[in-house]
């Protein structure tokens, strides 16, 4: 093929000057002007042109499509006259051939086209591109080339004029401005300015709107301070001053004070005057009881359990309900009733508690105790009487059985606790009619009040009767006497009623001889069941019931012997107690 000429095949776009060989010319042919200046050969600036594309394209699988073509620099032309125009030496491609569908073996390849990526809003622009805008077109506008000396064939693209031999390669940031903005698109280069239009510097509008944020923050939280202050102030001042408005609630008027004498309040107003508390404490231990006052003289009865830590050289202290104090002695005690007196000396204008008849007494009837309960003076409680005529015994602890005290009790659910023994049991008429005793415990059983269990409404008093005679002895002789019968019970017969025994202690016989039994015809292994009307279920029992009567009193009695039921009189002899 004859590159340059218009005859043979159709040149294609891709045609390329083989390197080496000087491309031919076409041949001249007669200026249809005149004075028409000749096709110029190629130029030194043609030749590296054709060569850059040449080697654009000559070797398949090699990457250079990023190396830009170089920008032919215009030259001066001379103002001649207008010439014929020249003939292309290719036809125009007439399928428009792509990537430019013109003719021209000199062709120059496109670059590629790589798109920049967009920054960040505010990033700073440096200062290559301070004439383009944010997609990274220039602002000032592109110089045009010079317009051609003589109009041109259609088709026709006239050669580059001469310029100095250039570099086949530059960077991408050195494009001149005047190639177009999908020039500058270059997806793979270096990070450029953003394609939007920059704004201000990213942290000059925040630290400002940081700035008034805080500033307002600071004053809402000022103004909540006062309007807090001042709120509190006003309501600190309604909370003192009742308010806005004073406010004053009804009332009731102050009374006398006085109740009726058989009310709860009556009574212990009447009673408690009376009433002590006696500190105990002797050589190993030490406790806590009640008493009242019997007389002007300074006796107060009590419990002998209250009193017994003494023993021989301890010390009693009583303390009256006005807070006076004075030290306390011994009178007499007795452990077969639980009983025991003392006295105080030097002390004047004791009220005694005045003694009522326990045989009065009917079941269902309020009473009033007090005491000192774990050391709280002058407790008041209140219940009823809630049975008459319970056998119980207390103590034991010594296990010869000469501490074990008997008693025909009264049974009431007034509360009473460690603290209320040797109190008083009152009626409404604030009379004494019970000595307060022992508790039932839920887990112990029968037990000394002195006991640390509490109450659970069964509590058990001394009936004032026995408790009055067992009083006087132990003022009068400082020793108490007891009622018997003469005869010795078996403590260990389970069968119903109490049985006298075969033998008596220490070898004795079970029957004392001369005593109010033998005269009365009991014989050893007889089964008490009655006595004074009363049904009788065991020894402890009927000496609970032997022990309510005094010494000399007539008893009737109801036995079995062989099987035959009797019934026996007798008189009740007196045994010296201890």
């Known amino acids: 093929m004859e590159d340059g000429k218009s005859t043979g095949p159709k040149a294609k776009w891709w045609s390329r000057p083989t390197p080496g060989r000087t491309p031919r010319t076409a041949p001249e042919e007669p200026s ?71 003719p021209g073996p000199w062709a120059p390849a496109p670059p590629v086209q790589r798109p920049v990526p967009t920054p960040a809003h505010g990033t700073p622009v440096p200062p290559q591109y301070a004439g383009t805008n944010g997609a990274g077109i220039p602002t000032s506008p592109i110089p045009a080339p010079p317009a051609p000396a003589s109009p041109a064939p259609a088709g026709f693209t006239p050669p580059p004029p001469h310029t100095p031999q250039q570099p086949q390669t530059q ?4 494009q001149p401005h005047g190639t177009t903005q999908w020039l500058q698109y ?33 004053g809402a939280v000022l103004l909540a301070l006062v309007a807090g202050g001042i709120g509190g102030g006003i309501g ?44 105990v404490s002797g050589a190993g231990e030490s406790g806590t009881g009640t008493g009242f006052v019997l007389d002007g003289s300074g006796h107060i009865l009590t419990n002998n359990h209250v009193v017994a830590p003494a023993g021989q050289a301890g010390e009693i202290t009583v303390t009256f309900s006005g807070g006076e104090t004075a030290r306390a002695e011994v009178v007499g005690k007795d452990s077969g009733y639980d009983l025991a007196v003392v006295k105080v000396t030097g002390v004047s204008g004791l009220k005694p508690l005045p003694l009522g008849n326990s045989d009065n007494v009917q079941v269902g009837d309020p009473v009033v105790a007090i005491g000192a309960p774990f050391d709280l003076s ?16 207390a103590g034991g602890e010594k296990g010869d059985g000469s501490d074990i005290s008997y008693v025909d009790a009264l049974q009431t659910d007034a509360p009473i606790n460690p603290g209320n023994s040797g109190g008083p049991l009152v009626d409404t008429d604030a009379h004494v009619i019970g ?8 887990d112990s059983g029968a037990s000394e009040e002195g006991g ?7 509590g058990f008093a001394i009936p004032i009767n026995q408790g009055k005679r067992v009083a006087e002895e132990l003022i009068n002789t400082g020793r108490a006497t007891h009622p018997v019968i003469g005869v010795t019970l078996d403590m260990k017969y389970a069968g ?5 025994g075969e033998k008596g202690a220490a070898g004795k016989p079970a029957v004392t001889p001369g005593g109010p039994g033998a005269k009365a015809g009991i014989r050893p292994g007889d089964v008490i069941t009655e006595v004074g009307g009363r049904r009788v279920h065991s020894g402890e029992e009927l000496i609970v019931k032997i022990r309510a009567h005094r010494p000399g009193d007539r008893l009737d009695l109801k036995l079995t012997r062989g099987g035959k039921d009797l019934s026996i009189s007798l008189t009740l002899g007196s045994a010296s107690g201890t």
């Open 452 to 458: 640390q269990a509490g109450s659970i409404g069964l």
């Open 236 to 279: 600190s001042y309604m909370e003192r001053n009742g308010g806005l408005t004073q406010v004053e609630l009804p009332q009731a008027g102050r009374s006398s004070g006085g109740r009726a004498p058989d009310s709860v309040a009556g009574i212990a107003a009447s009673a408690l005057p009376s009433v002590v508390t006696l500190h």
């Open 32 to 102: 249809p002007v005149a004075d028409a200046a000749p096709a110029a050969a190629p130029t030194e600036a043609t030749e590296a042109v054709e060569t850059a594309a040449e080697n654009r394209t000559a070797e398949p699988g090699t990457h250079t499509a990023d190396v830009p073509a170089p920008t032919p620099t215009p030259a001066p032309v001379p103002d001649v006259p207008a010439a014929r125009p020249a003939t292309p030496l290719h036809q125009p491609d007439e399928y428009s051939t792509p990537p430019y569908g013109g």
């Open 378 to 393: 002058n407790t008041v409680t209140s219940g009823i009487i809630s049975a008459k005529d319970r056998p119980i015994t």
């Open 171 to 174: 960077p991408q940031s050195q």
């Open 186 to 218: 270059d997806p793979w280069g270096a990070p450029r300015q953003p394609l939007t239009n920059p704004g201000p510097p990213l942290g000059a509008d925040t630290g400002r709107k940081k700035n008034r944020r805080g500033s307002l923050l600071v």
């Open 496 to 500: 119903d009623g109490a049985r006298v």
């Open 435 to 442: 000595i307060n005793s022992a508790i039932r415990a839920a």
